[in-house]
């Protein structure tokens, strides 16, 4: 990603708009129900109209590529603005709910699905794509056990699951109900709560 | 369903081999990186070693097959034994953690993931086989609404959907973690509990 920016911001436009069209491809491909299975280096470059080597000089391999393109869908999360836990876990949850309606949001249920058949692929992109997200969710908790917001026993792991599963886990492609966020976090946050505060 | 119980009991054995076939069928090629899309009549009946018309005879189209396939594996969750709120939670949130190393995880993820593109099959999915088990769950919380365990306030919806995604947005065809149910319901009962109960 820090390649792309520095080409980007040097501007040489012809290769960017080469590598627009490669990752759209790319997407578009993992977004089609075939899936990860549909994604291969010579779809790709039959659909962004660019040449296999162009896509090699960037990208080692397919895996590479999709996880680059996932990131540039599912960007980490914005730093919360600081206030109380709730506050920031309400900021956090809302931008997840504004994702779920984006074009791409089925890209990744196709490489959750396919998990087991790319585990490489998957470890990547858990790697690379969600875990910087649910750092944002972990810094935030972190704060809240040391502030004593929250109880000192508290598994940050439990804690973003929760978060993350009581917002993913819904219709796809729906939005959230009115409400439903600050419903969800403010549960979360007496259930993690330290006793009393 | 029930009609299937009653040819069983029945004692139809070669009605009841090709059923099997069939669904069994119909759940690996769903399972298959290709998903619902590589699921057809044809494909089925041509892995099931059966003809269509077998086919057709039991299920008036590929949406109710795959459904009838679905529900077979994911059964309505167990009754629980109706101790408190808690110990109900944990019996069904143990369930659910033991699903998840099952053959065929994989077909749920391929369905929810074409919900966008087949909307009548996933709405017919929610409702014959995820609604039941969300319902045992419900009344659950119903139950503790009523006797007073949890908030009077308590929006049924998102206990369910905390304690499911809770359980679900994991990293796929993992096991829980030891003692993760558990965190989980606790976190949950504090989080929904009736004050000061």
């Known amino acids: 990603m820090t390649e792309t920016t520095t080409e980007r911001r040097a ?4 290769s960017e708009r080469a590598e627009r069209a490669i990752v759209e491809a790319t997407l578009d491909l993992l977004a089609a129900e075939s899936g990860v299975a549909g994604v291969t280096i010579e779809a790709v470059a ?3 109209g ?26 980490p999360l ?24 984006r074009k791409y949001a089925k890209c990744f249920w196709n490489v959750v699905g ?17 875990e910087p997200r649910r750092d944002v969710i972990r810094a935030v908790l972190a ?19 929760m978060l993350v ?21 403010d549960t979360l946050i007496r259930g993690i709560g330290a006793p009393g505060s």
């Open 11 to 14: 501007g040489r436009p012809r």
């Open 46 to 48: 039959s659909r962004a």
């Open 50 to 75: 660019v040449g296999k080597a162009t896509i090699y000089r960037r990208w080692p391999n397919k895996e590479a590529l999709i996880v680059h393109a996932l990131a540039t869908v599912k960007a």
């Open 78 to 101: 914005p730093e919360p603005s600081g206030g109380s836990v709730r506050e920031d876990l309400l900021e956090l949850a809302l931008a997840m709910g504004a994702e779920r309606k």
């Open 114 to 130: 396919s998990a087991e058949k790319h585990p490489t692929l998957y470890a990547r992109y858990r790697q690379d794509v969600i």
């Open 143 to 161: 704060r809240g056990v040391r502030g004593g917001e929250l109880r000192a026993d508290l598994d940050l792991e439990v804690g973003v699951t």
């Open 165 to 185: 599963g009581s917002l993913s886990t819904r219709v796809p492609g729906e939005a959230l109900p009115d409400g439903y966020a600050e419903t969800v976090v």
